[in-house]
């Protein structure tokens, strides 16, 4: 809801403090252009990297391929570093590049819409209303954790939390704790937490696949190499690029797809010896399906005397313990719930053109252009938005490509002295019939899984199909002709330099 007292007033309001909206404040500060402004909901930066501290939480993919380009970090402790130093390097950048004094903290963006007589945004924050000529989304696809939909859930009686938003201060010592959910998160905080707790059970509802991840710690000699000579670090890095792309290149077919879930299994029977345990452990869908979890010591760590794996359904939780469906009262002290996140909140707020929320339009299928406009909600970029999820390498890859692209937009708008552009609706089309196209068949729409990476109709608005230089290659030019532009109400005709300058100074 508006509150009564005037909006105030920016250029550009970028939604969110994480990896994306920060990258896009140092890209805009860099390129020279000002009046923004960053809103961020909690009270410091850092998103993701900021909400999620389970003990072991840690990046999926190398740290050297994990960072922005422009702000590489000789210091990573690790091939795969941990969340307080990745949280500590977004904190760094941020600082280095002066651009926290845009953030506004405690401005949670709860609704908003474009006025097309003024050809701006008026977003509705806690903290009162902003207006502004464009928006930039840096929301976070998986920024909102979600509880399982358990009946009892809420009736339960000892402690409980999310594996996002970790309560530090209960010791689990000698707990009896029971965990749902095996995805990623929960593969990180398991082989932590078991050896401290008295009894774990897990609940898994769908095994995943699991691959190497040959952590090591990095030398000081590799260190000292990456400062004194950079290119170091960037050779390592396009090694990295590439063996992450080669992940992209096995999962495109089903036959390259059996020779990774072979490595997969071979290395189940090495970790696993119980048949039975491993049995529970093996998927029945095709690798890369489910998000593919990068581990070397979640299988080990359920093989542990004190640590049950079971697959039977919870059927409902009771205030001290976990039901499954054959009717076993699993009493438990703490419940974990490893169980996910909201995808993609990236617009629910905003009513574009026709007053309609982005959240309502896409409440089936999440289609955009590019990953990054929507036709209906002018000035309005989503960083990290649909199709730009990545199954095998660093997201950072595509939010920069995205970023890059926003800055092309904008100088063009600048360039031409108009004010405003909306993405052809027929463009859009077509770009989300090949992007159809592309994915029908494959791992990801026909691998036979459960997972966040589907729509209720069975297609998927998470994924970029295809290799990461075919997204950077999608977007390294802005294409005018894929857009109207215009200033407010003209967005209709094709171009008019008739103008508010209201993206310079
Ligand atoms: P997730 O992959 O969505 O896994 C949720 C787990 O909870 C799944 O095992 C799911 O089972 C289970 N679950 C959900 N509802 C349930 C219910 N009602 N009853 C029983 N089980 C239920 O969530 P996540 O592990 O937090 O990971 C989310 C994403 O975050 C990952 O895919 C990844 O992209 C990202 N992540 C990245 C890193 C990193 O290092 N970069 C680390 C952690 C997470 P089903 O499989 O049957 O649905």
Known sequence: MGSSRTPRQVRIAIIGAGFSGLGMAIRLQQAGIGGFEILERADDIGGTWRDNSYPGCAVDVQSHLYSFSFAPNPEWSHTYSPQAEIWDYIKRIAAEHDVLRHVRFGHEVTGGEWDETTGRWLLHTTAGDVEAQFVISGMGPLSNPVPPDIPGLDTFAGHSFHSARWDHDHDLTGERVAV??????????????????????????????????????????????????????????????????????????????????????????????????????????????????????????????????????ISEIRPHAVVTADGTEHQVDTLILGTGFQVMPVADPLRGRDGVPLAQRWSTRREAYLGTTVAGYPNYFMLVGPNTATGHTSVLLYLEAQIDYVLQALHHLDRTGTSALDVRPDVQDAFNRDLAERLAGTVWTAGGCRSWYLDSDGGTSALWPGYTWQFQKALRHFEPADYRFGTTSDLDSVHTTRDLDLVKG
């Open 180 to 313: 749902i959910g095996t995805g990623s998160s929960a593969a990180q905080f398991v082989p932590e937490i078991a050896p401290e707790v008295g009894r774990l059970l897990v609940f898994q509802r769908t095994p995943g696949w699991t691959f190497p991840r040959n952590n090591r710690r990095i030398t000081a000699v590799e260190h000292a190499a990456y400062r004194r000579f950079p290119v170091l670090q960037r050779l390592a890095r396009t090694r990295q690029y590439l063996y992450r792309e080669t992940i992209a290149f096995l999962l495109q077919s089903p036959k390259r797809v059996g020779v990774i879930e072979g490595i997969s299994r071979r290395r189940l029977r090495k970790q696993v010896a119980d048949p039975e345990l491993r049995a529970k452990l093996t998927p029945d869908y095709a690798m890369g399906c489910k998000r593919i979890i990068v581990t070397d010591d979640f299988h080990p760590a359920l093989t542990r005397p004190n640590v049950s794996v079971i697959t039977e359904a």
